[in-house]
């Protein structure tokens, strides 16, 4: 089984920085891509960063230059910096995870999700 757990979420005044979490555990072989999407309101779920295995990272326009997302291989752990914040950025945010399973699954996981809120 793979658990992934999320955390750092919260109420952020505009222009507040949150950093968000989300830490893979259970029977992994390996990680490849790891990925923080978000869904806000009424709206479809979007992705807002991409990191590969090799460190390669890729954002939403909408992000860029606010938002920065890093890996820590050996926690299996993969963050999301959120600078400048604005109202638009609220929603719930997921992490994404594609591994392989130690019985060697490759598999896509999806965390609980985690609500940010931006508002004064």
């Known amino acids: 089984q793979v658990q992934l757990v999320e955390s750092g979420g919260g109420l952020v005044q505009p222009g507040g920085s949150l950093r968000l979490s989300c830490a893979a555990s259970?029977?992994?072989?390996?990680?490849?891509?790891m990925e923080w999407h978000r869904q806000a309101p009424g709206k479809q779920r979007e992705l807002v960063a991409a990191i590969t295995s090799g460190g390669s990272t890729n954002y939403a326009d909408s992000v860029k230059g606010r938002f920065t997302i890093s890996r820590d291989k050996a926690k299996m752990t993969v963050y999301l910096q959120m600078n400048g914040l604005r109202p638009e950025d609220t929603a719930v945010y997921y992490c994404n995870v594609r591994l392989t399973t130690l019985a060697g699954v490759y598999s896509n996981y999806w965390g609980q999700g985690t609500q940010v809120t931006v508002s004064s």
């Open positions: 259970g029977m992994i072989f390996s990680i490849d891509a």
